[in-house]
């Protein structure tokens, strides 16, 4: 079992940047392939961006390639994902979550552990 925290979150001016951090306790963390997804009000979770456990393999939704980048330090049990060049449509709760698969995984319920949330408000 894999204990899962955000934080990073906040408020910023659209065009600016953040980075999150999802720190993870518990079971060794590379033996998961992570992911982000994010949920606003009255939208179902997306999946963002996903990573698989070798950290070869990456997913990004269109909505956010060339502006986000998720990575991972497995000595430090933290997955990150930096978002740039932040719109007013990026306001979300975002989630960090780890699946036992091996390969990513764009499907909420494929993923085995969830962290509590961060929420990014982008301001126009």
């Known amino acids: 079992q894999v204990h899962l925290v955000e934080s990073g979150g906040g408020l910023v001016q659209a065009g600016g940047s953040l980075r999150l951090s999802c720190a993870a306790s518990?079971?060794?963390?590379?033996?998961?392939?992570m992911g982000w997804f994010r949920q606003a009000p009255g939208k179902e979770r997306e999946a963002v961006t996903t990573m698989a456990r070798s950290g070869n393999n990456r997913y990004y939704a269109d909505s956010v390639k060339g502006r986000f980048t998720i990575s991972r330090d497995n000595a430090k049990n933290t997955l990150y994902l930096q978002m740039n060049s932040l719109k007013p449509e990026d306001t979300a709760v975002y989630y960090c979550?780890?699946?036992?698969?091996?390969?990513?995984?764009?499907?909420?319920?494929?993923?085995?552990?969830w962290g509590q949330g961060t929420q990014v408000t982008v301001s126009s």
């Open positions: 518990g079971r060794s963390f590379s033996v998961y392939s």
């Open positions: 979550a780890a699946s036992r698969l091996t390969g990513i995984t764009t499907m909420a319920h494929e993923y085995d552990y």
